[in-house]
């Protein structure tokens, strides 16, 4: 086998198959029309790999956000407890709409659970270790088109931007139609080349889009652990070409 015939048949190992990822969108696509047509909901809108195609198989879950009225929510966006408070609010909506007792647009949901960002929407029997869920993040819109997020366990809200990384993964598509394959074919690798020593702080997996970054080979651990330039005493598992003052991304 030729060293190109062997990295087709790699790519054809992580991609998804395409009804799959119509299925997922679909799901995802449910939940976008039924929150957007709640009266405190601006904006909802898809996040995460699915959304910057860069998903691998099996496709487990998709990430939503739903962007409030501050208006409508004048507490939201300060300490304390408006973090929580915004997530069981969300939490009530998925539950009214689409739950799988009373839900009046549909019964998908048959758990709805809030986390410390999302709701975790179970689609599948809770108890299945490869059920589908969908995590629907509320979210408040700034000034400078960022969001706000929840973040129950500290009782604050935080900023976030996940339209910029699509945007980046966008950009970096159109300048080389082979970037988002390479993307899959990547994730499940820990180990292809020397790291640097200095790093950007950031997920690896979302410093990709951004600029170079380097791999460690390690034995053991799962790739959706690595950070970039991991700080403290432990082994850096793979580092930022850009080095900790350079990288422009957000966690």
Same mark, same amino acid.
């Given at each position: 086998?030729?060293?190109?015939?062997?990295?087709? *048949?790699?790519?054809?190992?992580?991609?998804?198959?395409?009804?799959? %990822?119509?299925?997922? =969108?679909?799901?995802? *696509?449910?939940?976008?029309?039924?929150?957007?047509?709640?009266?405190?909901? $601006?904006?909802?809108?898809? &996040?995460?790999?699915?959304?910057?195609? %860069?998903?691998?198989?099996?496709?487990?879950?998709?990430?939503?956000?739903?962007?409030?009225?501050? +208006?409508?929510?004048? *507490?939201?966006?300060?300490?304390?407890?408006?973090?929580?408070?915004?997530?069981?609010?969300?939490?009530?909506? !998925?539950?009214?709409?689409?739950?799988?007792?009373?839900? &009046?647009?549909?019964?998908?949901?048959?758990?709805?659970?809030?986390?410390?960002?999302? !709701?975790?929407?179970?689609?599948?029997?809770?108890?299945?270790?490869? +059920?589908? %869920? !969908?995590?629907?993040?509320?979210?408040?819109?700034? +000034?400078? *088109? %960022?969001?706000?997020?929840?973040?129950?366990? $500290?009782?604050?809200? /935080? @900023? +976030?931007? @996940?339209?910029?990384?699509?945007?980046?993964?966008?950009?970096?598509?159109?300048?080389?139609?082979?970037?988002?394959?390479?993307?899959?074919?990547?994730?499940?690798?820990?180990?292809?080349?020397?790291? $640097?020593?200095?790093?950007?702080?950031?997920?690896?997996?979302?410093?990709?889009?951004?600029?170079? /970054?380097?791999?460690?080979?390690?034995?053991?651990?799962?790739?959706?652990?690595? $950070?970039?330039?991991?700080?403290? &005493?432990?082994? =850096?598992?793979?580092?930022?070409?850009?080095?900790?003052?350079?990288? @422009?991304?957000?966690?």
């Amino acid at each position: 086998m030729r060293i190109d015939e062997a990295f087709d *048949d790699f790519q054809r190992s992580v991609n998804e198959d395409v009804s799959q %990822t119509r299925l997922a =969108r679909d799901r995802r *696509d449910l939940f976008k029309r039924v929150l957007i047509s709640e009266p405190d909901v $601006t904006e909802a809108f898809g &996040s995460g790999s699915l959304r910057r195609s %860069t998903q691998l198989r099996p496709i487990n879950d998709v990430d939503i956000v739903a962007v409030y009225d501050a +208006a409508q929510h004048p *507490d939201w966006g300060s300490a304390g407890l408006s973090a929580e408070h915004a997530l069981n609010h969300n939490r009530s909506q !998925v539950n009214r709409l689409l739950g799988k007792t009373n839900g &009046s647009y549909g019964n998908e949901v048959r758990l709805a659970l809030p986390r410390n960002h999302a !709701v975790k929407c179970f689609l599948d029997d809770p108890d299945d270790e490869n +059920a589908f %869920t !969908v995590d629907v993040m509320p979210a408040l819109r700034q +000034a400078d *088109d %960022t969001l706000l997020i929840p973040e129950k366990l $500290t009782q604050t809200w /935080v @900023p +976030a931007d @996940p339209e910029h990384l699509i945007n980046l993964v966008a950009d970096r598509q159109r300048d080389w139609e082979h970037f988002r394959p390479l993307v899959r074919v990547l994730k499940p690798s820990p180990a292809l080349m020397p790291g $640097t020593p200095a790093g950007c702080g950031i997920r690896a997996r979302r410093c990709e889009a951004l600029h170079p /970054v380097a791999w460690r080979r390690r034995d053991a651990g799962e790739p959706e652990s690595l $950070t970039c330039g991991v700080r403290g &005493s432990g082994p =850096r598992w793979v580092n930022c070409e850009r080095g900790t003052g350079g990288c @422009p991304g957000r966690s």
